[in-house]
């Protein structure tokens, strides 16, 4: 139940054991689950510490509150006195229970595969990306739900990335989404008046996403769409762009990495039970709890731009900076993308059910971004839209072509994107979390780089073509776009 | 020492109860729907009247006249003039509805116990079968919901029964429909009403540019059908034709199955063929398929208990034999589950459907008393049984706000206002017709939407448009739900339109289709919450959207 309350407040559960069970506990006869509330328990002291979920704008006290508490449950390891594991349930984002209960609560492929999100989430810092140690296998978890093979027919290897700045991709894709329904709506409104076909390109913050076609009646045409669903909502997160929201995101990977549940989609509601994975701890996660960490990473501050003291390093990031236009790398690494809104609405509003949105709560809250200290530093245009730094389009291309192919390496297709199609990785923070590539094997900037194919030939060539100097300079740029946490 | 023994007591029933707050599994924990009737603001006014000949019958039909796939409505009257309403209704808005003057005669229009939509000359716009009592109407739709008579133009005679229901198939290799008309007691037979029922009429098209039913063939014997369901019942590509008859007035009568064969006249499953013999007051077949397995499961309504049908897997292959589930589903609704009126119910119309849109397929019942049945309860409402995750049903018509004290007939169950969530019409007898408008579930601030959904639309090209007769299968994840698109059943009621399934918290589905011929579509990828047209041929699918409001 969601409590409703002008300003944003939500109250902490009381740690006070009453007097009755001290007193038991005195007497040698509580049970040992009375024990947990010590405060030397095995078990996360976050989880459940926000008891309701928030609503209205909250201030920056309350956001820094909440987003602490995010950040201790995202660093906490989860036990088994908090309901990590999951011994009856498969890692897949739909609730499916699994044929046979796995005996291992960790299990490196098929997950769960980590006793927190920090880690894997901490190169250079909490919340940041990973080393190639910390890879994880994608697979939709409903058949071969228990692999334990490598083998790509099974899972796509995925490398850790970094959350930072995440909270501005989220609302950038927020609004970049409602742009391209609002170019379906128009298609649809000038062919009914019309009464013939129209045909409109879809594009949204300059980024192109192919064109749709409107008939008369009401129907569209998705043929021609490019890099999007075909719903227009825009999923900005995980290697392929297929996932809506940190908030889905954190609910999918609290389940697959951790066996922790969350009640909003793996609760009675939708599975008829309250401890659907069958670990014997029903209401894992609760709605707060999620609120809380969707806060934190919501509000990590975006990587920098920050030039190193060494000699020739300003020069030469100088250059390489103009290069990176030169060769057509912005096309698609874009430098920025303008933002109109720094409130960051939470449940959101794409979200289906599965996940709380918008429409599933008497109040959301709104996290107001713009109140971090770090998000004053953000350059604005003459608009005064916040300029989103991302180095990015949160877009899908294909990233093989019969020549280069380093890129296509997976078996299987994710969530309707086929195999070689991934999203723009954001360069922000590049510098700060190697190794590369979807797969987290590329050592160098120089081999992603020319391991482009498909949309990124053309560039990758004109990289490939360069002088070593201008590679040089090119490497030097990328390389001031760190994260600072 | 006394004051140990007591934390003691103390400690022992604090266990206790810790033990028993720790069971995880709940009764029924999904959404119920809740339903509120707004058919007098929707601008929805009829009544089914009428003398003993409408005790039966009060049903509608729900279809799209007039281009914008909102559903329109026809309405039987009994007595009273059946009566046509253009949905105005805003996308996710209060229902509106405007009453159409088709420009028909009343004296075609009165009589009507329920109809049917079926495009029967392949253009794209829906016809409709009135079942009358006496001549039946054939009414050619046209655009801007024109409709004309199309008796003549058909070939059809309508005849002179008390025709009560109807269903439709595309037999192979026509290029029109195959219509199975189910007729009631013959009024002018010596010893009527016992014993005197009419035999039933199959009106298959002869060869021609043009529907031409002039030839047609009765099924006999005719033991007075309330429902007829062409259904493939076996897998075999080829549905048969199943009745479900009253048995108050049929003498030696029982529930049949005919089989189709092309070119052949049918024949009736007998018990050596495994169909065994049951006596039921049949009022209205519903067909589902719980376990996507391709051998559908059937509601037969009745008086007393409501039949659950699933094939015996120890009988045998392609034989027809049948096991009542309904007790172990939870789906007998044989009582009134509120009122207390302790006597046994009269079932009419049965659909099955998602409700709640938690993937779990959900049973409507319309009940009412025949008129003034002593034997059977007054005050009997219908039922929403909602399918729960342990796979049985619950009753929540009480909840969900269904629970009138009216004699409900015939129902349509579809989404009148574009919003994903299902609504209910029901016909009721001498009392207006229901019109409940679907909020989602409530909460203490309001109403929250329910689970996803995907609404199927799909155009078979020239001959059959609709895809009468095909099979509609999504997945998602390890789920399959399947949709078979048939025209009958029900009682006297039919629809065309969408078909929904809900999809629960799942975010996208895989969508493949068995045409009318058997031929099995490639898989379109869909996304939730959207209205899907596949046409045949086409590698996507697109999608449609009702005007925004």
């Known amino acids: ?338 933002l109109e809104n720094l409130a960051f609405a939470d449940p959101g509003p794409f979200d289906l059910a599965g996940t709380l949105n918008e429409q599933q709560v008497a109040a959301k809250a709104v996290y107001d971004i713009g109140l971090m200290d770090w998000a004053r530093e953000l350059p604005r245009d003459d608009q005064g839209r916040v300029l989103v730094p991302l180095f990015g389009d949160l877009k899908r291309h294909a990233m093989t072509d019969n020549q280069i192919d380093a890129l296509g390496n997976e078996l299987m297709s994710q969530r309707f994107v086929d195999r070689n199609i991934f999203q723009t990785a954001e360069l922000w923070g590049v510098g700060s979390t190697q190794p590369y590539g979807h797969r987290n094997d590329f050592s160098s900037l120089d081999a992603i780089i020319l391991a482009h194919g498909g949309n990124g030939r053309q560039a990758r060539d004109a990289y490939a073509a360069a002088s070593d100097a201008e590679k040089s300079a090119l490497i030097a740029f990328l390389k001031t776009l760190v994260i600072v946490p | 020492m006394t004051k140990l023994r007591s934390l003691a007591a103390f400690g022992a029933l604090w266990l206790s109860a810790l033990g028993q707050c720790a069971s995880a599994q709940t009764a029924f924990t999904a959404d119920t729907p809740i339903f509120k009737e707004e058919a007098a603001s929707a601008g929805i006014t009829q009544s089914y009247t009428g ?209 189709m064969s092309q070119g052949r006249p049918p024949r009736l499953y007998t018990a050596s063929q495994g169909w065994q013999r049951l006596t039921v007051w049949g009022m209205g077949i519903a067909e589902t398929d719980f376990d996507a397995d391709g051998l559908p499961e059937y509601a037969l309504t009745s008086m007393g208990d409501t039949k659950l049908q699933k094939l015996d897997e120890e009988a045998g292959e392609d034989r027809p034999t049948y096991r009542d589930i309904a007790f172990e589903k939870g789906a007998t609704a044989h009582r009134p589950y509120t009122g207390g009126d302790p006597k046994p119910s009269t079932g009419w119309h049965s659909e099955f459907a998602d409700f709640n849109n938690d993937t779990k397929t959900d049973l409507f019942i319309a009940k009412g008393n025949v008129q003034a049945m002593p034997d059977f309860a007054s005050y009997d409402p219908d039922n929403l049984l909602l399918g729960g995750y342990d796979d049985i049903f619950h009753e929540k018509g009480m909840e969900a706000g269904i629970a009138l004290d009216t004699r409900g007939r015939g129902a349509v169950v579809e989404d009148f206002n574009m919003d994903g969530m299902l609504d209910l019409l029901v016909v009721n007898r001498e009392h207006p017709a229901s019109l409940f408008r679907n909020l989602g579930a409530a909460t203490d601030w309001g109403y929250r939407p329910l689970g996803n959904w995907i609404k199927i639309e799909l155009d078979n090209g020239k001959i059959n448009p609709a895809a009468v007769g095909s099979l509609i299968s999504v997945r998602t994840g390890t789920r399959t739900q399947t949709r078979r698109i048939q025209i009958g059943g029900g009682h006297a009621s039919g629809r065309a339109g969408f078909v929904h399934v809900g999809l629960g918290v799942s975010e996208r589905a895989t969508i493949r289709v068995q045409w009318p011929d058997g031929e099995w579509s490639h898989p379109y990828r869909v996304f939730a919450n959207q209205h899907v047209r596949i046409i045949r041929g086409e590698a996507n699918a697109r999608y449609w959207y009702p005007v925004a409001q």
């Not at chain 1, 927190?116 to 990306?129: E, F, K, L, R």
């Not at chain 2, 801007?144 to 198939?169: H, L, P, Q, V, Y």
Request: aromatic content about 8%.
């Open chain 1, 1 to 338: 139940m969601t409590f409703s309350a002008p300003g944003g407040r939500w109250r902490y559960r009381p740690g006070i054991v009453p007097a009755l069970l001290r007193g038991l506990l005195l007497a040698g006869l509580a049970a040992p689950a009375l024990a947990d509330d010590a405060p030397w328990a095995e078990r996360t002291q976050a989880l459940g510490a926000i008891t309701e979920m928030p609503t209205g704008v909250l201030s920056k006290d309350e956001l820094e509150t909440l987003a602490a508490t995010g950040e201790q449950l995202f660093g906490a390891h989860f036990t088994t006195l908090d309901g990590v594991g999951r011994p009856q349930a498969t890692q897949a984002i739909d609730p499916t229970r699994r044929k046979h209960p796995r005996e291992q609560v960790f299990f490196r492929t098929a997950g769960p595969d980590a006793g927190s999100c920090a880690a894997c989430h901490n190169q250079p810092a909490i919340g940041g990306a990973g080393d190639f140690v910390t890879n994880v296998f994608a697979s939709e978890g409903f058949e071969s739900a228990d692999f334990d093979s490598l083998d790509p027919q099974f899972s796509s290897e995925r490398g850790t990335n970094h959350i930072f700045g995440a909270g501005l991709i989220e609302l950038l894709a927020r609004e970049m989404s409602l742009e391209l329904q609002m170019v379906r709506s128009q298609a649809l409104s000038q062919a009914r008046a019309t009464g013939s076909a129209v045909r409109l390109p879809l594009e949204a913050k300059g980024v192109e996403f192919g064109y749709i076609s409107a008939e008369p009646d009401g129907s569209v045409n998705l043929d021609e769409l490019d890099g999007v669903d075909t719903d227009l909502v825009i999923r900005p997160f995980s290697q392929k762009g297929v996932m809506t929201s940190l908030r889905q995101f954190t609910i999918n990977a609290l389940n697959q990495h951790h066996g922790m549940q969350a009640g909003e989609r793996f609760g009675a509601r939708w599975t008829g039970s309250d401890d659907f994975d069958g670990d014997g701890k029903s209401a894992e996660i609760s709605a707060a709890d999620v609120s809380a960490l969707v806060a934190w990473q919501a509000t990590l501050p975006t990587p920098v731009q920050k030039i190193p003291q060494a000699d020739g390093w300003a020069e030469a990031a100088a250059r390489g900076e103009a290069k990176f236009t030169d060769f057509g790398c912005t096309v698609c690494h874009r430098p920025a993308l303008p």
């Open chain 2, 51 to 259: 003398g003993w000949e409408f005790f039966v019958g009060g049903g509608a039909a729900s279809f799209d006249c007039n281009g914008d796939r909102r559903p329109d409505l026809l309405i039987a009257g009994g007595a009273g003039p059946a009566k046509f309403f253009v949905n105005e209704s805003p996308t996710g808005g209060e229902l509106a509805f405007r009453p159409l003057d088709t420009g028909l005669k009343e004296k075609d229009l009165t009589g009507v116990l329920g109809a049917y939509p079926l495009d029967i000359d392949n253009d794209r716009h829906m016809d409709l079968v009135l079942l009358r009592l006496g001549r039946n109407l054939v009414l050619k739709g046209g655009p801007d919901c024109r409709f004309e008579k199309a008796n003549r133009s058909f070939a059809i005679d309508g005849g002179r029964a008390w025709s009560t229901g109807m269903s439709a198939t595309w037999e192979k290799g026509n290029r029109f429909p195959t219509i199975a008309i189910g007729n009631y007691v013959d009024r002018s037979a010596p010893g009527t009403p016992f014993g005197t029922c009419e035999p039933n009429q199959l009106l298959r098209p002869r060869s021609g540019e043009t529907p031409d039913y002039s030839d047609p063939m009765t099924l006999e014997p005719g033991y007075c059908a309330l429902s007829l369901l062409f259904t493939d019942w076996n897998r075999t590509g080829q549905p048969d034709l199943r009745i479900t008859n009253d048995r108050q007035y049929y003498r030696g009568g029982e529930e049949q199955l005919w089989q």
